[in-house]
């Protein structure tokens, strides 16, 4: 039965018809929101810098039937951002209802060691990215048709809120985009547009593949659910937070780390 103003429960749970950004799609948890999202019936293009790896990717997603176009971007690079926007303008007929800022890069070093290029690095790529994006995007998200209004969703991370020793300029970049989130959601609503964000505990992807299994285990034991995340269980909430069954959440950041951040 539909609840009055907000369609049927098929309605408020589907993304049929809605299109979507995802940055960095080609791996990890970029990967499986870009299937999430596709599967639960959205067009989506996604970016990476590697051209070859996103073709793969794109095949394959081909091969699925999910509806998945790709270009190369690094969203570090600001002309490369605003060519991304336009290929989206153009790919989607000028109409945006889901921006996902998911590129990002992890750096595992001391604060007292890190350069000036570490920090301008990732501050670029994991948090001024993420602001010029949503600038840009802005103006699509005002013509989203999905019930519920448009939606960015930043991926943000636990380690913007609670310290681990070794990785001070990624935390700040992470900080920061949770931030961004709460304040865009307040400066945007008035445009019908909400903004979420995901904060993820450690999940098996590429980033962490270097990290010492000794610590991994370790972070596990501190973790109520005992392992870490998979990129699906992330990609799940994100697809959530863009559904019309979301429609009354915003500025929220959702942490999704198997309770790692209220375990005492
Ligand atoms: N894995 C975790 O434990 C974890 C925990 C908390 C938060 N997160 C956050 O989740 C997000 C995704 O992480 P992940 O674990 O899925 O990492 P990943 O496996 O390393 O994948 C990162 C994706 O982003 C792309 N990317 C990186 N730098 C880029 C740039 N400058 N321009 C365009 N694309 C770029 C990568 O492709 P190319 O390198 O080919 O460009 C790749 O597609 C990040 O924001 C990360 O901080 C991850």
């Known amino acids: 039965m539909a609840v009055a103003g907000c369609g049927s429960r098929e309605e408020r749970w589907s993304l049929a018809g809605a299109t979507a950004l995802v940055t960095g799609g080609s791996k990890g948890i970029g990967h499986a929101i870009v299937e999430e999202l596709a599967g639960f019936g959205a067009r989506v293009h996604t970016c990476s810098r590697n051209a070859a790896e ?8 081909e091969e699925k039937n999910l509806r998945v176009t790709v270009s190369v971007c690094d969203v570090s690079v600001r002309a490369q951002r605003e060519k991304l926007m ?3 303008r153009q790919t989607f007929d000028g109409k945006l209802d889901i921006l996902v800022n998911n590129a990002g890069q992890l750096l595992f070093k001391p604060a007292a060691e890190c350069t000036a290029e570490d920090f ?6 994991n948090l001024e990215a993420s602001f010029h994006l949503s600038q840009l995007a802005r103006p699509l998200l005002i013509h989203a048709s999905i019930a519920g209004g448009g939606s960015i969703i930043n991926v943000s991370s636990i380690g913007g809120s609670i310290a681990f020793a070794g990785s001070t300029v990624y935390a700040i970049t992470k900080g920061a985009l949770s931030q961004l989130t709460r304040n865009l ?4 609503a008035p445009n019908k547009i909400r903004v979420n964000g995901v904060a993820p505990g ?3 992807t590429d980033m962490i ?5 000794e610590y991994m285990k370790q972070e596990n034991s501190k973790t109520p ?3 870490s ?3 699906v269980e992330i990609a799940s909430a994100v697809s959530f937070l863009c559904m019309p069954a979301a429609s009354y959440i915003t500025g929220q950041v959702i942490c999704i780390d198997g309770g790692r951040t209220i375990s005492s």
């Open 86 to 88: 336009e290929t989206v």
């Open 54 to 61: 996103l073709e793969e990717c794109r095949r394959r997603w």
């Open 185 to 188: 959601a307040t400066e945007w």
């Open 120 to 125: 301008s690095n990732l501050m670029t790529t």
């Open 202 to 204: 450690f999940v098996t």
């Open 209 to 213: 593949k270097d990290v010492d299994p």
């Open 229 to 231: 995340g998979k990129p």
């Open 225 to 227: 659910l005992g392992r």
